[in-house]
Structures are given as structure tokens and as C-alpha cells.
């Protein structure tokens, strides 16, 4: 046996742990979720009924998936460009500026994105609570009260509640993704376009953008899939999908209708629509971004 025969041997060797685990507890199940989405099964039963494609086909005549559908992707639309657009602008001031607080601000933005998502959901419950909350009591106090509502509970703006909670959240975690790619710019090319006259606008778009296009492509699909299991966690704690399924999202209405419905089967049928599209907005994204980028 070569030298080289036994260092691929050791390294497969090494690698066969992690494969193992990763084919049983990632591929198998994965696999398992696509069979059972084709069965009408409660989750106790040990013979589910083949239904074939039904559950895919009821997807599509259930009013409420569909508004869980319509506003998950009203989500993923409005808070990735938002969330990256804040974390790029402040990136880039607290990367050019001289302020002396750059640290501390870098650290107030980023403490969000280290709290749970539990915790961020009942503070932010707090602030929107229509009598004791922080939102409504600033409102009175600047002459504001007739804009004062109860957030969570107004079917028309309760998802943009939601929302911004959301990007208060992630827009900390991008900033410092995106100052870590301006540091790497050379600043060189700054002080050349500063000496053609350029402004600090003209650099953020001829420079700074076009140099960290790379990065801002991976964010965004980072964002997009962050929007999906983040606001699980968000709308079942703030309201738990309601007022009448106003916030209601594909990942709490896939878990009501598991755990609270025992359809286990047309759970797993949207688990899978979701996967679907995750890839293809994942593969339309990367695409269209590859386009700008040349």
C-alpha cells in the first residue's frame, strides 16, 4: 500500500463518523419526510393511508396556508433588502468615520443578534402591548396618541409589527459581517477617488458596494432563509399567528397542523413545499445577483 493510498485511507477513516451521522440524522429523515408527505397519516398510527398527491393538491385550497404563504413571502421580500440595506449604511459609517464610540455602537448593534429568540419576542411583546407598552406611551407623550394601536392585535399592520422586530434583530449581525469586508478594502482606493473629488456617497457606491458585492450576495440568501426560522419562533411567542391568521407563517401553521392537528402527513407535504422553495429562491437569488456582479 502507498504512502498516498494510506493517508486517503486515514483521512476516509476520519471523515466515516461524520458521514454516518449526517446521512442518519440529515439524509434519512430527510428522505423519510418526502414518502410520508404522501400519506394521510396522524403521526400514531403504524399504517398510514396512501393518498398520493392529495396533500400537495389540498395545500393549494386551504385559505389559511395561503395566507401564511402570502405573508411569509411578503417577510421575505421587505425585511432582507431593509435589514441589509440598514447593516450596509451603518457599516459603512462606523468603518469611515472617526468616531471615538465606534466600539460601543458596533456593540449596541450587535447585542440583538446574541439574544434569544425567545427573549426578543416577549421584549418586544412588552413594547407593542396596547396599554403598558413602550410604543404607545411615546406616542402620547410627543402628542401622537391617535397613532397609538394596539400592534399586535390590528390585522393591518400586526406583520409589520413583526417585521420590525425581525430587522432589529439581524441588522446588528450583518453590520459586523459587512464592517469585516470594508476593513479588508484597501484604503488606498479611498484616498485616490477622495483626491478625484469623489464624495463620501460616490465612494459608498463605487467602492464600497461593487468590493463587498461577493459578501452581499451570501447575506442575502442568508437572509432570506434566516426570515423562514426566525419568524417561527417570533410569531408563535408575540401572536402565536393571529389576530384570525393575520401573522400566521408557513413554519407555525406546518407545526399547528403536526402537533395541534395530528395531520402529520399534510404537515410534512408543506415541510416539503418549503424546501422547494427555499432552494429555488436560494437559486434565483444567487443567479440574479451573479448577473449584477459583472
Known amino acids: 500500500m502507498t504512502m498516498k493510498t494510506r493517508r486517503s485511507l486515514f483521512i476516509a477513516l476520519c471523515l466515516l463518523p461524520g458521514l454516518v451521522l449526517f446521512l442518519l440524522f440529515k439524509v434519512y429523515p430527510t428522505v423519510q419526510i418526502f414518502q410520508k408527505s404522501l400519506y394521510l397519516w396522524t403521526g400514531l398510527s403504524d399504517k398510514p ?35 441589509l440595506l440598514i447593516a450596509l449604511v451603518n457599516a459603512s459609517i462606523l468603518t469611515k468615520s472617526k468616531l471615538r464610540e465606534r466600539g460601543l455602537y458596533r456593540t449596541v448593534f450587535f447585542f440583538p443578534s446574541i439574544l434569544s429568540f425567545v427573549v426578543i419576542a416577549i421584549l418586544w411583546s412588552f413594547i407593542y402591548h396596547p396599554t403598558m407598552g413602550f410604543l404607545n406611551a411615546g406616542l402620547e407623550t410627543v402628542g401622537l396618541g391617535k397613532w397609538a394601536l394596539p400592534w399586535l392585535g390590528d390585522q393591518r399592520v400586526v ?25 479588508g478594502i484597501s484604503p488606498d482606493l479611498y484616498e485616490a477617488a477622495e483626491l478625484d473629488g469623489a464624495t463620501r456617497i460616490q465612494q459608498f457606491f463605487h467602492i464600497t458596494i461593487p468590493m463587498l458585492w461577493e459578501i452581499i450576495r451570501v447575506t442575502i ?9 426566525i419568524s417561527f419562533v417570533i410569531v408563535s411567542v408575540m401572536t402565536a399567528g393571529g389576530p384570525d391568521h393575520h401573522s400566521e407563517v408557513v413554519m407555525t401553521y406546518l407545526y399547528s397542523q403536526a402537533f395541534a392537528n395530528s395531520n402529520f402527513g399534510y404537515a410534512m407535504a408543506i415541510g416539503v413545499f418549503i424546501f422547494i422553495i427555499s432552494m429555488l429562491l436560494a437559486l434565483l437569488s444567487n443567479r440574479l445577483t451573479e448577473r449584477g456582479s459583472h
Open 49 to 83: 393511508k396512501f393518498i398520493g398527491l392529495k396533500n400537495y393538491a389540498d395545500m393549494f385550497q386551504d385559505d389559511t396556508f395561503l395566507l401564511s404563504l402570502k405573508n411569509t413571502g411578503l417577510l421575505m421580500l421587505v425585511v432582507p433588502v431593509i435589514t
Open 159 to 183: 406583520l409589520w409589527a413583526l417585521a420590525v422586530t425581525l430587522i432589529w434583530q439581524a441588522a446588528g449581525y450583518y453590520m459586523v459581517i459587512y464592517m469585516a469586508g470594508i476593513d
Open 221 to 229: 440568501i442568508f437572509s432570506i432563509n434566516g426570515v423562514l426560522s
